[in-house]
């Protein structure tokens, strides 16, 4: 059973426009959040986090909102580029050995194309 | 480049071969993780190791599969007699003890 869900396998947007990527959980102990973006033939690259504590976290054009109440999380790209073409995944981690992240749980992606 | 790297970027293998991957982290991180992905699917977690301790394993990693970390710096990921399942992209990646995770590129491996 998916614990991450990313329903939307694939997303179409204008550029200048804004991209709102949508992922779900199920899991109640996930405190920490991430979104990574993957490119082809190479390994996915960090974009953004979020803690259970926080409902907001903004970075550049890359803001990520946190519902708890929801289990929802969504990344907002603004304005979007066609370098953002990408493949988004979504992933989620629980408290391990400390504190620190354990092992990170992903969705199965959301793939992002900006039209110029 | 200080990026994670993984070798070999490729592999083609016959059924019932065993195949071994190497990672070598950033060098000042002290996790290191090894990720699956198959197509259409997100990275799944398969072990991750705290310096040399292997600390957490996943069910997907069956008893054909064996990974190390000598000396808390590279690791290796073997696989004994594969099979057409074990196709996938196998991922590499590396932390500090608190923070996001570095991937590597990734090895593709093919089991034919």
């Known amino acids: 059973d998916q614990q991450v869900k990313q329903n939307s396998p694939s997303l179409s947007v204008q550029e200048g426009r804004i991209s709102i990527l949508n992922c779900d959980y199920t899991n109640s102990m996930f405190d920490y959040f991430l979104w990574y973006k993957k490119y082809p033939a190479e390994g996915p690259t960090f974009l953004i986090s979020i803690s259970s504590i926080k409902d907001k976290n903004e970075d550049g054009r890359f803001t990520v909102f946190l519902n708890k109440s929801a289990k929802h999380l969504s990344l907002h790209i603004v304005p979007s580029q066609p370098g953002d073409s990408a493949v988004y995944f979504c992933a989620a981690s629980t408290p391990n050995y400390g504190g620190s992240q354990g092992n990170l749980i992903f969705g199965k992606g959301t793939k992002l194309s900006v039209k110029p | 480049d200080t990026g994670v790297s993984q070798d070999p970027r490729h592999k083609i293998t016959k059924r019932g071969q065993n195949v071994t991957f190497r990672c070598d982290p950033i060098s000042e991180h002290n996790r290191l993780y090894w990720y699956r992905q198959t197509l259409g699917q997100g990275p799944e977690f398969l072990t991750y190791?705290?310096?040399?301790?292997?600390?957490?394993k996943s069910r997907l990693l069956s008893d054909r599969f064996s990974a190390e970390r000598p000396k808390g710096s590279f690791s290796t990921l073997e696989i004994q007699r594969t099979e057409q399942g074990d196709s996938a992209m196998y991922l590499c990646a590396s932390s500090r003890y608190t923070g996001e995770l570095f991937f590597g590129e990734g090895s593709r491996l093919t089991v034919l």
């Open positions: 190791f705290q310096n040399e301790a292997q600390l957490e």
